[in-house]
């Protein structure tokens, strides 16, 4: 369905990044709850936090203008048609407003996992859930009959974005504090920068296609567009870390420099 296939564009980059990290994460965040050192656990959420956003902004940046034309790469052929793809890409780009809040509510979750808590988890669901629901009953009812989809993951989105704010301090006072301030400033900066790389990302989309006429048709005026619009972002992401003085987007960068380089 439109709604499968777009969760299973906007899971891709959580599972390469956030899944990623926080698996190597864990053992080691157990083994400092076990000997009750609630300060380094809390460290350790916050700085994998930072970093987490760090990769996960600049995808989110680029993929919003250019989800419509990756849908269309990948289903837009058969009897689904462009269309159909477009409806995808509408929907990814409703869930991808949530990817960030998305990652971090994953993150939280494994530090009650590593304190055993298993029960907070539980409760906080049941009010993820409820809010989704009642979400999505509520923009699917406004939105127009083209759009019903895109809303339903749209409200998907706004909803981690609900649960990011309610769990971050029950956690934080679990812990004794999350370093909340240092923390949500980073952000702050990596999302800045994001939209620097959305804006630049969706201004070299239209260069592009001026330059082809609007003919979208074959699979390498799409890639080419793809690729062209996504560099631009990308760059323009990290320029603009840059000039924000966002560490770390700098550690990320090194990060994957080193997995690369081996």
């Not at 301090?169 to 679990?174: A, F, I």
């Not at 900066?189 to 804006?199: D, E, H, I, M, Q």
Request: positive net charge; proline residues 5%.
């Amino acid at each position: 369905t439109t709604y499968q296939k777009a969760y299973l564009i906007f899971f891709l980059p959580h599972s390469i990044v956030t899944v990623s990290l926080v698996t190597a994460l864990l053992p080691g965040l157990s083994r400092l709850a076990h000997a009750r050192d609630y300060p380094a656990v809390s460290r350790s959420i916050t700085d994998t936090t930072r970093t987490v956003t760090a990769l996960v902004v600049p995808i989110t940046a680029v993929l919003l203008p250019l989800a419509p034309l990756l849908s269309s790469m990948l289903f837009g052929y058969g009897a689904a048609g462009r269309p159909a793809a477009y409806q995808i890409g509408y929907t990814v780009i409703g869930m991808l407003l949530g990817l960030v809040p998305f990652s971090i509510y994953f993150i939280l979750l494994r530090g009650w996992y590593s304190l055993e808590d298993t029960k907070t988890p539980f409760y906080l669901s049941l009010v993820l859930n409820t809010v989704n629901v009642a979400l999505s009953i509520a923009l699917f009812q406004v939105a127009p009959t083209q759009y019903k989809v895109p809303a339903i993951g749209l409200a998907f989105g706004l909803t981690y974005w609900i649960m990011m704010v309610v769990a971050w301090p029950v956690l934080g006072r679990r812990l004794g504090g999350l370093h909340t301030r240092r923390t949500w400033v980073a952000v702050a900066r990596s999302l800045v920068a994001g939209l620097v790389g959305t804006a630049v990302t969706w201004g070299a989309l239209l260069v592009v296609d001026s330059a082809l006429g609007g003919a979208w048709d074959n699979l390498w005026s799409q890639v080419l567009a793809m690729t062209v619009a996504g560099l631009a972002g990308l760059l323009a992401f990290l320029a603009a870390a840059r000039v924000l003085r966002i560490q770390e987007v700098g550690t990320a960068v090194g990060m994957v420099r080193r997995r690369l380089g081996r």
